[in-house]
């Protein structure tokens, strides 16, 4: 490895909301890119770009898109203008040929699961960002494999960021449980935690898990955990939690990062 300090996160993102919100979440979001050096270039694994093929955004200038509905009038007014990166794009086609990745030229952009986190992360909207899309056809030592793939952009100044919730049911909120989880949420969290953070090679198979179905009725919030991890793994470096909690009973918010993150200088 290389003297560059390359980053990984994978964080909780709740409610699109959180764009604006200052609490526990948010404010663990921008005390970590704080203390991390900041990356020449962003690729992101937002549950909100779950298709039937593995593309990457390759446009030089990502639209903002505002994929949800509900939600105060601010929020569709949202704009994120980082650039796009469209020489880092086809380097990741290349990358992850072998999964017949794609370009993306003009279907997508950047979605509320990437914006809603760099909002906090990098509020200026200075660092340029890819997306990277999950193949809903793939297995979950698939996208394990992808993350592997990606670990040599680490260590080239590239943050690899995933963007999900381990625990997500939006069936089963209580809104009357505004900042805990039930206790199912609560152990399955926990038990992801000990996998990432001791073994993260055995990620994959806690889709067997007897509480899966009920944590994740789809898969897509989960998935980007697979990234990191698979990622963490392939670059022999530990994953750490930078932040902890529920909302709502049923959305988890653990997020992680990888490598000594604490004993890095801050970048600004």
């Known amino acids: 490895m290389n003297d560059k300090h390359g980053s990984s996160l994978f964080i909780g ?23 991390l050096p900041t990356p020449r270039a962003i690729v992101a694994v937002s549950a909100h770009w779950y298709i039937d093929r593995t593309a990457v955004t390759a446009m030089s200038h990502p639209r903002t898109i505002h994929d949800f509905r509900g939600f105060p009038d601010k929020l569709s007014r949202f704009d994120y203008p980082a650039a796009g990166d469209v020489s880092l794009a086809n380097d990741i086609v290349s990358l992850l040929s072998s999964f017949d990745a794609t370009a993306d030229t003009h279907d997508w952009g950047l979605d509320h699961g ?21 193949d809903a056809r793939a297995s979950f030592a698939t996208h394990m494999q992808i993350g592997a793939c990606l670990a040599p952009l680490v260590d080239e100044d590239v943050m690899v960021l995933g963007s999900g919730n381990v625990v997500h049911n939006l069936g089963l909120i209580d809104w009357s449980m505004v900042d805990s989880g039930f206790e199912w949420a609560e152990q399955f969290d926990g038990e992801v935690r000990q ?47 930078f932040a902890e909690g529920y909302t709502f009973g049923s959305l988890s918010m653990t997020s992680y990062a990888m490598g000594d993150w604490r004993s890095l200088p801050q970048s600004r």
Do not use: C
């Open 13 to 35: 993102h709740g409610s699109p909301m959180n764009t604006f919100e200052v609490n526990q979440f948010t404010t663990a979001w921008r005390e970590i890119s704080a203390s």
């Open 114 to 134: 990437t914006w809603s986190v760099l909002a906090h992360l990098y509020p200026r909207a200075d660092v340029p960002v890819v997306q990277l899309s999950i």
């Open 195 to 241: 996998i990432v953070t001791t073994q993260p090679a055995n990620l994959a198979s806690i889709q067997q898990h007897r509480l899966f179905r009920t944590v994740a009725p789809t898969p897509e919030h989960f998935i980007p955990l697979l990234y990191v991890a698979g990622l963490a793994e392939a670059s022999g470096r530990k994953l750490s939690t």
